[in-house]
């Protein structure tokens, strides 16, 4: 956005301000595309079941971001903890993250280790090309997310797992990883993570996971 934006200067002091306000036209349909490109690259994972439930703009790391929510529009397990998918999508466009937490990815294989690195370096590959120069896996395990369910009339929480894929961007020294799920798909998605080595603690606010989201309200 920078460059374009010197641009539509350098067009401004050459022709005046006539030129500088079709420069300016220029910056706003490329900034139009970008987050239009990046709106289907979320709404290609939302679940057909899902509607949108909520929106709010929220602070990741300091940067301004948009916090989605969808539930299913039959409501099942619906409201936090329960089913759902949450994105987060930063001002500039960047895909942030995305959480897919169903109850049907629940109890069923698990692809292997070779083969959610497979799946994890092609979704990179689609949504952020940008990780995969200096991508450095730090270790490929299952990884388990709790849901809130109902059954028989009764609330209790069951245990999703995936296999997640944790790198390293060496770039910045800031962690990414990509949690693939039974139906070998990305499940969870999130980038740009900055981990504070002492104490030993994640710094940046955990907006795609409703525990968190929890500790915040009771706060």
Known sequence: MLRLSSIALSIAFLFGAGAAASAQSIVSTQEDITMTVQQQDVSQFVPETHTETSQRNVKIDGEAATLTRYERRDERNAGLEGEHFSSMVAADGTLKGFANITFDLVGKPLPSRERSEQIAREFLQQIAP????????????????PIRVQRDGRYETVTLTGMKVKARNLADGRWFWVIVGSDEKPMIFERDIVWITFPGHRQTEKWLHDSWLKEQASK
């Not at 940008?130 to 997310?145: G, K, Q, V």
């Open 130 to 145: 940008d990780l995969l120069p200096r991508m450095e896996i730090s270790w490929i395990d299952p990884h388990d997310e």
